[in-house]
């Protein structure tokens, strides 16, 4: 089985401060993984995924995370966030084995933006 | 307007009262999830399907029942035996393959009364 630990559940950062949001997994298995952003009240949005290749995925809106296989981690980073980066953002993998595109989440980081 | 449409956005019912949340796509995807969202818990499966007239119990699924009679569709109904079901339901989809990500509609955030 599959499981995903975000180790922050809040993360307070100013504007246009670096910030790193960390993801470690835990699997029997190979494993995809997954960053998505979810705003107040509405659904979840791909961020980036790691499927093969190069370690260092850059996603949408300036993100971009870099999976370490030895520390079985999928760590998020920004260099510089905006106010509009204020969301709650989930770490998710899935089982590269299976057909069933089933998602394992951790519970959620909440990143706040202060001007 | 391609995508994935759950309806109604908010509702509300009275304890005891089953209750049946709607999730419509026109993505053609095979696959469809129903995850329930908690604060500081993160998603958690509720049940989930691969093609049409089947579907599989996920990590929470008592409470809950599901049917995949058309592919576009996937509707969820919480029943009366589900002992807390005040929470925010996402309904999900993907192409049933692997390396393929999930595409989430906008939920519905059910509250009991």
């Known amino acids: 089985a599959q499981s995903v630990t975000q180790l922050d559940s809040q993360v307070p950062v100013f504007e246009e401060a670096p910030v790193e949001l960390r993801c470690n997994y835990s699997?029997?298995?190979?494993?995809?993984l997954f960053w998505y952003v979810q705003y107040p009240n509405q659904g979840l949005q791909l961020l980036l995924k790691?499927?093969?290749?190069?370690?260092l995925v850059k996603g949408i809106n300036g993100f971009e995370a870099e999976f370490n296989k030895s520390q079985t981690s999928f760590h998020l980073r920004k260099p510089s966030v905006h106010i509009s980066d204020t969301a709650e953002y989930f770490c998710?993998?899935?089982?590269?084995?299976?057909?069933?595109?089933?998602?394992?989440f951790g519970r959620g980081t909440q990143l706040t933006v202060w001007p | 307007d391609g995508g994935i449409t759950q309806s109604p956005k908010y509702l509300f019912r009275k304890e005891g009262q089953n209750v049946t949340l709607s999730c419509e796509q026109n993505?053609?995807?095979?696959?469809m999830y129903w995850y329930r969202q908690d604060p500081g818990q993160g998603l958690r499966l509720i049940y989930y399907?691969?093609?049409?007239?089947?579907?599989q119990k996920g990590d929470i699924a008592e409470g809950y029942s599901v049917s995949r009679e058309k592919k576009e569709s996937f509707p969820l109904t919480v029943t009366s035996a589900q002992k807390n079901p005040t929470a925010f339901y996402l309904c999900?989809?993907?192409?049933?393959?692997?390396?393929?990500?999930?595409?989430f509609g906008q939920g519905t955030r059910l509250t009991v009364v």
């Open positions: 399907s691969q093609i049409v007239n089947d579907f």
């Open positions: 999900a989809t993907s192409r049933g393959t692997r390396n393929t990500e999930a595409f």
């Open positions: 998710a993998v899935s089982d590269r084995g299976s057909t069933l595109g089933r998602l394992y």
């Open positions: 993505l053609n995807h095979d696959a």
């Open positions: 790691y499927l093969s290749g190069s370690t």
């Open positions: 699997s029997s298995v190979s494993v995809y």
